[in-house]
């Protein structure tokens, strides 16, 4: 049990602002659904179980496509959650529904500042692994590091020194008397 929470809590760390978001309001969903319990109710556990499986999968660095990428997703949960809950509104207390409400909102704006930073198919491309490092000679025991490297000689240089005919005449700019 401990490990479990042990990971959730790095997972949660992992999540930037908009999955934190939606992380806090697919919980508080789940909060709201307390008192009469029907399958509304039961769909609304479902939404935000759901929403917590893929930010946890995310943070985890599971690689997986969605069609409409993980904003899109999440924002469709926020809006199916939203219908659910105007459904069960006269048959839940005031206050249980605006809580509801407020967090299929949260849900829906999370998701879709998601999409609007990482538009739908933006897996990143898969690194190819790194080529292998030559293999390196071992050092004698007691060696210094001056002593594997050597210095590069300085550059050769040579002023330039025109031919005969490439002089001017130095009086000036070009001017002849």
């Known amino acids: 049990m401990a490990d479990a929470l042990r990971r959730a809590l790095r997972a949660f760390r992992l999540l ?28 609304e556990i479902l939404i935000a179980l759901g929403v917590l499986a893929l930010l946890f999968a995310r943070a985890e660095g599971k690689r997986f496509h969605l069609p409409f990428g993980d904003g899109t997703v999440i924002a469709a949960a926020g809006i199916w959650a939203g219908l659910l809950i105007v459904v069960r509104l006269f048959d839940r207390p005031l206050g249980q529904n605006l809580l509801a409400l407020a967090c299929a909102a949260i849900l829906f704006l999370a998701g879709a500042r998601e999409r609007a930073k990482r538009p739908a198919d933006d897996l990143p491309p898969e ?8 293999p390196r000679e071992p050092r004698a025991p007691g060696a210094a ?30 001017g002849a008397r």
Do not use: C, M, W
């Open 16 to 43: 930037n602002i908009e999955q934190k978001a939606a992380a806090v309001a697919a919980l508080l969903l789940i909060v709201s659904t307390f008192g009469p319990f029907s399958f509304v109710e039961g769909g």
């Open 127 to 134: 690194a190819p692994p790194p080529p292998p490092a030559p």
């Open 145 to 174: 590091a001056e002593d594997v490297t050597e210095p590069l000689p300085p550059p050769e240089y040579e002023p330039h020194r025109p031919e005969t005919g490439d002089q001017e005449s130095g009086h000036g700019l070009g």
